[in-house]
């Protein structure tokens, strides 16, 4: 039988992913908040996917109030801004909370959240070019969206890939490309039109993650043809003690980085840094880290094949 992560310890800690993948800001700011605002919601009959789409709503709100050069205006689109990932957090504890998790769930989960950094990336673009800068300043936006987009791509397949190796709370979660290109075509668009687009968002969001991680992929195949998705004790402390220390500069590329840094060059007047610190330091630790859990996802297949092989 698989090896499960500690039992939760408290209620608020059963609406977590998992204590090990959450970030510290998370941990002891926006899982408090999103907890009592979870239970609210809950009082009040809303359901996961309404929390999603006023999270979205506070997100694209927010970027919109930082296309203007006034520092008083901005400091109140970080506030939505914080609201936005307050209740990012909500829907997802409310899903757990009520046991309402579902694809469709985190297929407009990932909606709202790009629309809300779409906002961001569209109104610093255009309060640049308001105030006279080169056009080149839209390239400059467009290339630090794409890797944004991919950044949080991988992000999100890796951690999903843990919870599923190490505990017992992902398998609803994670998804192939086949699988879900197998569900899409059994969609019709005359019939379900907004069920079939959200799939194929989904699915061409599925193909980027296997994409960047190619070895991961080959592994979470194996694993699942080998093992029928019960992973073992064995295999489930080793995929904990090698990919556990990655988490910390993993968390370096969600979203709590990136607001921390763009409220700080919003303070001092000079939002375009963000774009450069998309593109060059997030990169690199994107590059970086791109290697070395394809690496290890790597070794950890080397070893499963062998143990197929002595089966």
């Not at 998992?18 to 941990?27: F, I, K, Q, S, Y």
């Not at 309404?50 to 694209?60: D, S």
């Not at 504890?93 to 950094?117: N, V």
């Not at 007047?269 to 690496?295: A, D, H, K, M, S």
């Amino acid at each position: 039988m698989p090896e499960h992560s500690e039992a939760p310890r408290s209620e608020i800690e059963a609406t977590y992913k998992a204590r090990e993948v959450e970030g510290v800001l998370d941990l002891y700011f926006y899982r408090p908040i999103g907890f009592r605002l979870a239970q609210f919601s809950e009082k009040l009959k809303m359901t996961p996917a309404g929390v999603t789409w006023l999270a979205g709503l506070c997100g694209v709100v927010a970027g919109h109030l930082y296309y203007y050069r006034d520092l008083r205006i901005n400091i109140l689109g970080m506030a939505l801004h914080v609201c936005a990932n307050a209740l990012d957090n909500t829907d997802g504890q409310l899903a757990r909370l009520t046991h309402r998790e579902s694809r469709e769930g985190r297929i407009i989960d990932s909606i709202a959240d790009h629309l809300g950094f779409l906002s961001i990336y569209v109104h610093l673009t255009l309060r640049y070019l308001a105030e006279g800068s080169s056009p080149a300043i839209c390239l400059l936006a467009l290339t630090a969206g794409i890797s944004h987009a991919l950044q949080g791509a991988a992000a999100d397949y890796y951690r999903s890939t843990y919870l599923y190796f190490v505990t017992n709370r992902a398998r609803l979660g994670l998804d192939s490309a086949s699988a879900l290109r197998s569900d899409y075509q059994k969609l019709s668009w005359r019939s379900k039109p907004w069920n079939k687009f959200l799939l194929a968002l989904y699915l061409n969001f599925t193909r980027q993650q296997e994409m960047l991680a190619p070895n991961l992929k080959k592994l979470r195949d194996t694993t699942s043809h080998l093992f029928h998705s019960e992973i073992p004790n064995w295999l489930s402390t080793r995929y904990r003690n090698l990919v556990s220390p990655m988490f910390k500069w993993w968390s370096l590329l969600m979203t709590n980085t990136r607001m921390l840094v763009l409220f700080a060059l919003l303070f001092i007047g000079q939002p375009i840094y963000y774009f450069w610190f998309e593109l060059i330091p997030l990169n690199l630790l994107f590059v970086y880290l791109i290697i070395r859990q394809e690496t290890m996802s790597e070794s950890l297949l080397e070893v499963a094949v062998k143990w197929r092989d002595a089966a």
